[in-house]
């Protein structure tokens, strides 16, 4: 759930994209997962969901070191990837050891109107690109 304000708009990336209501300042948490928002799914109970769900998960959301697959329910699907992102995921070892998620903070200054970016994209075998994030 993001705890800074944010709003959706066409991006110049890519279609939509989250965008900073706020100025928010560099190592600023910008979120974190809440059960009340957020949905964690098993890779075992993804697949007894039709196809075009499964689909849907996978594109929007991440895959967590526990190999869950972490849907957010705000616009963080509308983040963008970039190679030069404004925020970065960081996860602890406490994090780790008791399940929890990570967090994401700002890893520069975002003025107001910013669109928020993440380098989240990575490639599959085959050089096909996945939307998920690897805490």
């Given at each position: 759930m993001f705890v800074v304000k944010t709003?959706?708009?066409?991006?110049?990336?890519?279609g939509r994209g989250l965008f900073a209501d706020q100025d928010i300042k560099k190592g600023q948490i910008i979120w974190r997962y809440n059960s009340l928002?957020?949905?964690?799914?098993?890779?075992?109970?993804?697949?007894?969901?039709?196809?075009?769900?499964?689909?849907?998960?996978?594109y929007y959301s991440y895959l967590?070191?526990?190999?869950?697959?972490?849907?957010?329910?705000?616009?963080?699907?509308?983040?963008?990837?970039?190679?030069?992102?404004n925020t970065e995921d960081k996860v602890t070892f406490w994090d780790k050891l008791f399940g929890r998620e990570g967090i994401?903070?700002?890893?520069?200054?975002?003025?107001?109107?910013?669109?928020?970016?993440?380098?989240?994209?990575?490639?599959?075998k085959k050089g096909n690109p996945k939307h998920i994030v690897q805490f």
């Open positions: 709003k959706v708009k066409e991006s110049g990336i890519h928002i957020d949905r964690k799914i098993p890779q075992k109970k993804l697949l007894q969901l039709p196809s075009f769900v499964q689909k849907f998960v996978k967590n070191d526990r190999d869950d697959f972490v849907l957010c329910g705000d616009g963080t699907r509308y983040i963008n990837h970039s190679d030069n992102p994401s903070m700002a890893s520069k200054n975002i003025k107001k109107g910013e669109e928020i970016t993440s380098k989240y994209l990575r490639f599959d």
